[in-house]
């Protein structure tokens, strides 16, 4: 299984996946520039991406808590979703995400 990103200068990576992996754990053990300070414990935004609108729908939805993360996020779009609450599946293999800009 796969996951196609698209890093920060535009450029799109196709990452091979395990099922049962955070996609935050996917793009950073690829090496993409993902903070991921948390480590995946949903208690920062620091592994915000954009998911393509295509695919927002097959995801599970946000808890609260993930919209209490993102709510201190920087670019905050509809489609924002921290990558370490979603889960790769046998049903997203070719999700589509882009990393979301870092504060300046």
């Not at 695919?55 to 709510?71: H, K, Y």
């Not at 670019?75 to 609450?85: A, I, M, T």
Request: with cysteine; hydrophobic share 40%.
């Amino acid at each position: 299984m796969y996951l196609l990103v698209e890093d920060r200068e535009g450029r799109e990576h196709k990452l091979e996946g395990l099922e049962g992996w955070r996609v935050m754990e996917v793009i950073r053990d690829w090496g993409l520039p993902i903070k991921a300070e948390c480590g995946g414990a949903c208690a920062c935004a620091t592994c915000h991406v954009y998911v393509d609108p295509e695919w927002v729908g097959r995801l599970v939805p946000p808890t609260d808590e993930e919209n209490d993360m993102l709510d201190g996020a920087f670019f905050v779009e509809p489609n924002s979703r921290l990558s370490c609450q979603i889960i790769m599946t046998a049903e997203l293999d070719g999700l589509r995400v882009k990393l979301a800009p870092g504060p300046e």
